[in-house]
């Protein structure tokens, strides 16, 4: 190995050493999944089967349908599709503009996030060659204040993630967000996704092709009533994940003798 390279391995490992002992030394581990559990076990050779595994939450009053949304029940050609977070490899995009193509005017879509330039010049090319680039808006970088409104404005949130180690054991937030914001949410049918989404209760799960996310969108569009009762599902999911009962579970594993008036800060 290079000089660089024996330096990185040195580096990582006293990282590693360090973090072992800090689990070693811990009361209470709070993991955001059991995927993280199991993994965080094997990589240090640890028995962390006492640690709580508690998800992440969502602020329902900042992310909350604006008042008169469209709904459901009310769903017109084109829909808009709505794309929040980062943009690159297993992010699923070139199946979404590909959907564009194969779905005809059916959709819109809206893309908030940044990424590598080398990667968004791809995708633009890519929806240039499909001939729908009119029918992509490119937000860019979008503060997180800015993301409740843009929620509001939008018919579908998807997530259109591949399936990849990492995601597998990873939280989908942003399935909380897209939620409380009253949208219908469309994502692929990997494990994180299932983890919040029951499949056309309170979101659709699709098989991460053009064809999948063609007829998911369709479903909307020919079952309004379906399109309707998800959106208030996933309002109700969103709901019951609240910071505030997140941070009451947070407290009742760290303090579990206490009561919720005094476990809670």
């Not at 990185?8 to 973090?19: L, Q």
């Not at 309170?202 to 369709?218: F, K, P, Q, W």
Request: aromatic fraction near 6%; glycine fraction near 8%.
């Amino acid at each position: 190995m290079s000089p660089v390279e024996r330096l990185s391995v040195m580096i990582w490992a006293g990282y590693a050493a360090a973090v072992k002992v800090a689990l070693q030394r811990c009361d209470q581990v709070t993991c955001l999944t059991e995927g993280i559990r199991q993994v965080t076990e094997q990589e240090y050779g640890l028995d962390l089967s006492s640690a709580t595994v508690i998800g992440m939450g969502v602020d329902t009053e900042t992310f909350e349908p604006a008042d008169g949304r469209q709904t459901g029940d009310s769903f017109s050609r084109p829909l808009t599709v709505t794309y929040v977070g980062s943009l690159g490899a297993a992010r699923g995009l070139p199946h979404v503009i590909e959907a564009l193509a194969e779905c005809g005017e059916t959709f819109e879509f809206h893309i908030a996030g940044d990424g590598q330039s080398g990667y968004i010049d791809a995708m633009q090319a890519k929806a240039v060659k499909l001939g729908v680039a009119d029918q992509i808006v490119w937000y860019g970088r979008v503060p997180h204040s800015d993301v409740p409104g843009l929620l509001t404005r939008t018919d579908v949130a998807i997530s259109p993630l591949e399936d990849i180690e990492s995601y597998r054991i990873s939280y989908p937030a942003k399935l909380l967000e897209y939620m409380a914001a009253g949208a219908v949410v469309m994502a692929t049918d990997i494990p994180p996704h299932q983890r919040l989404i029951t499949d056309g209760d309170n979101g659709l799960l699709y098989d991460g092709t053009a064809t999948g996310l063609c007829s998911a969108i369709e479903q909307c569009l020919d079952d309004p009533a379906l399109a309707g009762q998800i959106e208030r599902t996933a309002r109700e999911t969103a709901e019951a994940h609240d910071w505030s009962t997140v941070v009451d579970k947070h407290a009742a594993a760290l303090f579990p003798t206490a009561t919720p008036n005094q476990a809670t800060p």
